[in-house]
């Protein structure tokens, strides 16, 4: 199979894939409590926060979910400039919550005034579905200036989508005042898609025990999360499997340095690729100075064939990179640089883009 360059799913190493082929064990017994609450409080560590961190057998799309019927009162404000945060305000829609959009040209970031302009202009809104890195567009947008920025609300939450940016940048939940912070396993953690997590405030817990009946339906409920994860379980039976897979991976990320390690790498391999960029003549397409750390998103400005670039280096090198997302393919092509990649498998990877564009 061909070693994954794409913004998600990342490639996994042999070892954290084996982690998952240990025996089952039975959810409701101490060993799984006992899994269940290392894993939370590692995940605390890393996340830095002290808050409640749920663990959800669903993808990350589905924590989205979750964070809007729990925690909206009235009105989300959903600030987009891509694919996956405009698709965040039609999700609310489909839970029946009142988004009000703040669109931006695609490849452009989230400014916090004017994030704090709606929400002066529209005393209804009670929170904010922010994308903290748009993974079609790869810009990362300031998430700790927003976080100051909705400080000033003090009945406005903010809800983080930190899917593609989480284990690839410095974030502080306490410390940037974020009420919610959600991300999955299949990018910066470099493990198989399947589990998603979140931090929640006592706000939150709060809000979703105010909910009116109906809103929150049960699979995705904080209330009843929360009465199991006082108890280290989960409502339902967890993926167990992945569990054990991300166990191993919190270990793995503490031996090699720890979380602040694993920024600093992204950085490096976010250099690399900018600097291998400029060197070529092309252009990012996301804004100056918001490049997301873990996906260059590029500019076809020297018109390559993208899919045939791309199978080419499947068939002659057994690597795969992404092309641009839905109305950007062939416009642009996307470098995935996060996980466990390195330096030196990123200069490999553009060396052959180099051969074979030469
Ligand atoms: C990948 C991604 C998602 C979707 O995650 P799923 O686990 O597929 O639901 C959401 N938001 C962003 C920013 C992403 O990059």
Excluded at 181 to 191: D, N, V
Excluded at 198 to 224: D, W
Excluded at 280 to 290: H, M, P, Q, T, W
Aim: aromatic share 8%.
């Amino acid at each position: 199979m061909p070693k994954l360059f794409i913004p998600g799913p990342t490639e996994v190493f042999p070892a954290q894939l084996q982690a998952q082929t240990r025996s089952m064990i039975g959810h409701r017994g101490k060993e799984y409590a006992a899994l269940h609450a290392s894993i939370e409080e590692r995940l605390k560590k890393i996340m830095f926060t002290k808050n409640r961190v749920f663990i959800s057998t669903s993808s990350a799309t589905g924590v989205i979910e979750a964070a809007l019927k729990n925690s909206v009162k009235k009105k989300v404000l959903v600030p987009g400039n891509g694919a996956f945060s405009n698709k965040w305000a039609e999700v609310a829609e489909m839970c029946g919550i009142e988004a009000v959009r703040l669109n931006y040209e695609f490849g452009k970031a989230v400014k916090p005034e004017d994030v704090e302009n709606a929400l002066k202009n529209d005393s209804e809104i009670d929170a904010v579905m922010f994308t903290h890195s748009e993974t079609s567009t790869g810009v990362l947008s300031p998430l700790k200036e927003i976080g100051a920025v909705v400080k000033k609300f003090p009945n406005v939450v903010l809800l983080v989508d930190a899917v593609s940016s989480f284990a690839a940048t410095e974030i502080r939940v306490d410390e940037w005042g974020i009420d919610l912070l959600l991300f999955g396993m299949q990018k910066a953690l470099a493990l198989p898609s399947g589990l998603a997590f979140c931090s929640v405030t006592p706000e939150i817990l709060e809000r979703a025990k105010n909910q009116p009946q109906g809103r929150k339906g049960y699979y995705f409920n904080f209330t009843e999360w929360e009465k199991a994860a006082e108890k280290n379980n989960t409502i339902i039976t967890p993926a167990v499997s992945l569990m054990f897979a991300l166990d191993f991976q919190l270990d793995e990320i503490e031996k090699n340095g720890g979380i602040e390690k694993r920024w600093a790498d992204h950085a490096e391999m976010q250099k690399i690729t900018m600097d291998w960029a400029a060197r070529r003549g092309i252009k990012y397409f996301s804004e100056e100075g918001f490049h997301s750390p873990g996906v260059s998103v590029l500019e076809n400005s020297l018109g390559w064939n993208i899919s045939e670039l791309n199978q080419k280096l499947q068939a002659n090198h057994n690597v795969e990179i992404a092309n641009g997302y839905k109305d950007l393919k062939e416009k642009t092509f996307r470098i995935g640089h996060m996980g466990d990649h390195t330096a030196a498998g990123v200069r490999e990877l553009l060396a052959w883009i180099d051969g074979l564009t030469a």
